[in-house]
């Protein structure tokens, strides 16, 4: 199925848009959060809940969207409509992705116990390079990820 946003409306008073997409032809609405770190160049895009559910399986749509709310936010003007991409089942995707997990096989033979510590180790030593400003928002931002993966699983 074609999914498409057909409008980003800012929510008067906040920093959340309303998303209003079409998939297939069934009309869905989604909330997006955008947080700005104080003193930083970049922002923290986030679809509410219900989005992180619904593209579960579709990331490369919720990309997409979280990218045009940015644009949106940033004051460019997107020509709506616009498609974001096929809006894949559950088991659609998994089979779409069935190529990509045996590439990573073949490409990734560290242990995972060893890429996962020198991931980890990477990313203490990102947040311990941070100025005390922006601990803050980085809990927050772990947090998110938290939640996201909460949801995956």
Same mark, same amino acid.
Request: glycine share 6%; proline share 4%; with cysteine.
């Given at each position: 199925?074609?999914?498409?946003?057909?409008?980003?409306?800012?929510?008067?008073?906040?920093?959340?848009?309303?998303?209003?997409?079409?998939?297939?032809?069934?009309?869905?609405?989604?909330?997006?959060?955008?947080?700005?770190?104080?003193?930083?160049?970049?922002?923290?895009?986030?679809?509410?809940?219900?989005?992180?559910?619904?593209?579960?399986? %579709? #990331?490369?749509?919720?990309?997409? /969207?979280?990218?045009? @709310?940015?644009?949106?936010?940033?004051?460019?003007?997107?020509? +709506? &409509?616009?498609?974001?991409?096929?809006?894949?089942?559950?088991?659609?995707?998994?089979?779409?992705?069935?190529?990509?997990?045996?590439?990573?096989?073949?490409? %990734? #033979?560290?242990?995972?116990?060893? /890429?996962?510590?020198? @991931?980890?180790?990477?990313?203490?030593?990102?947040?311990?390079? +941070? &100025?005390?400003?922006?601990?803050?928002?980085?809990?927050?931002?772990?947090?998110?990820?938290?939640?996201?993966?909460?949801?995956?699983?």
């Amino acid at each position: 199925m074609k999914a498409s946003i057909i409008a980003i409306e800012p929510l008067e008073g906040t920093n959340q848009f309303k998303v209003l997409m079409l998939i297939g032809d069934k009309h869905q609405q989604f909330t997006f959060t955008v947080e700005k770190p104080q003193q930083e160049s970049f922002a923290v895009i986030g679809g509410d809940i219900e989005f992180c559910k619904f593209f579960r399986f %579709n #990331q490369h749509i919720a990309a997409k /969207v979280g990218d045009l @709310v940015g644009q949106v936010d940033r004051g460019n003007i997107i020509e +709506l &409509p616009v498609g974001v991409g096929d809006f894949y089942t559950p088991e659609a995707a998994r089979e779409r992705q069935k190529h990509f997990r045996l590439r990573d096989d073949v490409i %990734n #033979q560290q242990p995972v116990e060893e /890429v996962t510590s020198e @991931v980890r180790h990477q990313a203490i030593k990102l947040v311990e390079n +941070l &100025p005390e400003s922006m601990l803050g928002e980085a809990i927050k931002v772990l947090e998110s990820l938290a939640v996201k993966t909460h949801n995956l699983q």
